[in-house]
């Protein structure tokens, strides 16, 4: 394996890493176990076929892998989905909307996988199906259920008991991030 390819991965792979745990000290310690993994593993890697693709593969399996033990084991740190259903936007203006990165933490595991392998990484439906290991038809509908959560979460729809919804106009004048550029 080419150091030089690997290390032109690393940005990508920190980006999504820190997207994925949304804390800076668990992205740094996924990328480094996606690398390890990556030397060990290294022949089952065919030459000339997509890096970038193996590597993701790589670092969503260990993620999923890391979170089943913490599913089971009892928590000290409140977990933000738990927190979701506490949530009580403040009555009035801009200062209602919660930022990004609580937002995207909100999405189902799932969800927010699909989204940011899509839009963050601006990766082909048929590259993510390969690397989360479904089939294409299931990235669609995950992405387009996690784009109409993620703008319910940007637009305070449903923190909110509020009827007066912005218009769908609005939402994605607001919220570019949930195109996908190409």
Same mark, same amino acid.
């Given at each position: ?17 820190? *997207? ?25 890697? *065919? ?23 913490? *599913?089971? *084991? ?109």
């Amino acid at each position: 394996m080419n150091p030089v390819l690997l290390t032109s991965q690393l940005p990508s792979l920190r980006r999504y890493a820190r *997207a994925l745990t949304g804390n800076t000290w668990a992205a740094d310690d996924l990328v480094q176990d996606t690398l390890e993994r990556a030397c060990d593993k290294w022949r089952l890697w *065919a030459p000339g076929s997509d890096l970038r693709a193996w590597l993701f593969t790589l670092m969503h399996n260990l993620y999923l892998n890391q979170q089943r033990p913490q *599913a089971n *084991a009892p928590r000290a740190v409140v977990d933000v989905d738990e927190l979701h259903n506490d949530l009580h936007a403040a009555p009035s203006g801009t200062d209602t909307r919660i930022d990004l990165q609580r937002c995207l933490l909100l999405l189902p595991a799932d969800q927010r996988a699909v989204l940011l392998l899509v839009t963050l990484e601006d990766m082909a439906y048929e590259d993510v199906a390969r690397v989360l290991g479904i089939p294409i038809g299931t990235v669609m509908s995950r992405l387009s259920r996690a784009r109409a959560r993620l703008r319910e979460l940007m637009d305070g729809s449903s923190l909110q008991a509020d009827a007066s919804a912005p218009s769908k106009e609005a939402t994605v004048q607001h919220a570019p991030y949930l195109r996908r550029l190409k």
